[in-house]
């Protein structure tokens, strides 16, 4: 017979505002600006449709179903995926008084013991501060800022967070890499490897100078091109940036046959370097935004 253990956790936030306040934050959950899900540092919901009985989604690997939703009160998703256990997890907002209310989120699951394990190892402590988080973020939208320390990030949780980070993946070096193009029209080697960009990410190249160690030789509107001359080959990286995505491009000129040697060695190692530098900048990024519910301070204020 499979053994099962049950898992309840429960997080709660007295917050110094009205009840349909609040709820109006939570009937924006997985809408293009929701001031709750603690992005880009941690995965955002998405939801097939809007906010709804029925609505398929989910956030990172976790993935769910809106079960029961009663607009500006409470919300509850049911698993759809047994990977993570059998159960659900769920919002209220409960009036405690005109101008005070209690933030519930309340998670309950049954899984096997080898599920538990994981749970306890990996998956709890990424839960507890992503949780703890979003209750910052409903504070930060309706008070304008936090009365109280934020949520700390233990080590184990950025340590999960650093280690299933999102990777970098291979596509064909676009056209629009024109600053690229123009400084190495015929290049004898070039790459690029792209990576999607979360909610509230910053899409100006500007914004992403400071995460990347190598000198810039150009700017354009959504182009950032770094890049260094040497007398054995010509390196030039670009970052491009749209609403979706960034891509870095590499692209290497060789002048000689030192250059030729040299790249013989490097290029092997080449597309590991390209990728970290590409997922180190994004995560660094990602880090440095600030948080969504200040992001979108007084926008649940009435």
């Known amino acids: ?13 007295i917050v110094s505002a009205p009840a349909g306040t609040v709820g109006a934050l939570l009937d924006r959950l997985a809408t293009p600006d929701d001031p709750l899900f603690p992005t880009p540092v941690w995965p955002g919901m998405v939801l097939d449709r809007p906010l709804g009985v029925g609505a398929d989604g989910g956030h990172g690997r976790v993935r769910y179903r809106v079960t029961a939703y009663e607009p500006g009160r409470s ?16 919002f209220d907002v ?8 209690r933030v519930t989120h309340a998670l309950e699951l049954t899984m096997g013991t080898r599920t538990f394990a994981v749970w306890k190892l990996a998956i709890q402590p990424v839960h507890d501060t992503m949780v703890e ?12 800022r936090l009365p109280h320390p934020p949520a700390r990030r233990t080590p184990r949780a950025l340590l999960l967070n650093r280690l299933f980070w999102a990777r970098p993946v291979a596509v064909p070096v676009p056209e629009d890499a024109r600053l690229l193009h123009d400084a190495v029209a015929r290049p004898d080697f070039a790459d690029a490897w792209r990576m999607p960009l979360r909610p509230g990410m910053e899409r100006d190249p500007g914004a992403w ?8 030789q150009g700017r354009a509107e959504h182009e950032l091109m770094l890049g260094e001359d040497a007398s054995h080959l010509d390196y030039r990286a670009s970052l491009l940036l749209d609403d979706e995505s960034v891509t870095l491009v590499s692209a290497v000129r060789l002048h000689n046959t030192r ?3 040299y790249f013989a060695l490097v290029r092997p190692l080449h597309p590991y370097a390209a990728r970290l530098m590409l997922r ?5 990024v990602a880090h440095a935004t600030r948080p969504a519910g200040e992001r979108n301070a007084g926008a649940g204020r009435h």
Not at 209 to 216: S, Y
Not at 280 to 284: D, L, P, T, V
Request: glycine share 10%; net charge positive; with cysteine.
């Open 1 to 13: 017979m499979r053994r099962t253990r049950t898992v309840r956790n429960v997080h709660q936030r």
């Open 75 to 90: 919300v509850r998703f049911d698993t759809t995926d047994p990977g993570i256990g059998e159960g659900h997890h769920r």
């Open 280 to 284: 180190r900048a994004h995560r660094r």
């Open 94 to 101: 409960e009036p405690l008084g005109p101008d005070r209310c």
């Open 209 to 216: 100078r400071h995460v990347l160690p190598a000198p810039v």
């Open 133 to 144: 988080e979003i209750l910052d973020n409903v504070e930060r939208a309706v008070l304008g």
């Open 259 to 261: 250059g030729r040697l």
